[in-house]
């Protein structure tokens, strides 16, 4: 009966310190050197590769070799296959993760552009006549909500496989 009596003094002692975390002050200043108030992302005016890092690389990793135990695709050397197939470059737009990222329409040109790199993300995948995404393109396409990310993705490795594709994004036979 003491330890019953005991452990419930100790849950009443912490809880407020509990309540304390979770319940923010309204008159707390901000850190000194922060005073400004967040921008938004699309507003920031961040480097194409701190882009990445913030809206990709939660996911993709830094480098881009995804996690298969967390269902995400590698795209180091392997995303620019997506243009070769029909689809696939509306497909790029298209991802929740792009299409619904923070950035505005020209960043997420940009961030494609940038992945599409022969000396970066995509290396050797990019076809030869890649041609740069678009502000415009990007606006277009990012409107058409990605409904059946399985399927769709299925589909198009099937397109891939049909040419000859070697299918390495780290999910084995996963779409």
């Not at 990445?52 to 050397?77: E, R, V």
């Not at 923070?102 to 552009?113: K, T």
Request: glycine content about 10%.
């Amino acid at each position: 009966m003491r330890y019953l009596l005991i452990a419930g003094l100790m849950c009443a002692m912490a809880a407020p310190l509990a309540l304390a975390r979770a319940i923010p002050d309204p008159n707390q200043k901000h850190a000194p050197g922060n005073e400004e108030l967040q921008k938004p992302i699309a507003q920031a005016g961040y480097s194409t590769p701190v882009n990445y890092q913030l809206q990709c690389a939660g996911c993709h990793l830094g480098d881009g070799t995804g996690s298969k135990a967390n269902d995400t695709p590698k795209m180091k050397d392997f995303v620019g296959n997506f243009l070769k197939v029909e689809g696939g470059r509306e497909f790029l737009v298209r991802v929740p993760g792009m299409s619904q990222s923070a950035l505005n329409n020209a960043q997420l040109a940009d961030l494609l552009n940038w992945l599409m790199r022969k000396d970066g993300m995509a290396g050797t995948s990019v076809p030869d006549n890649y041609q740069p995404y678009t502000e415009a393109e990007v606006a277009a396409v990012r409107k058409v909500a990605l409904l059946n990310l399985p399927d769709t993705r299925a589909g198009l490795i099937k397109q891939m496989r049909e040419q000859g594709i070697a299918i390495d994004d780290g999910m084995d036979d996963a779409y």
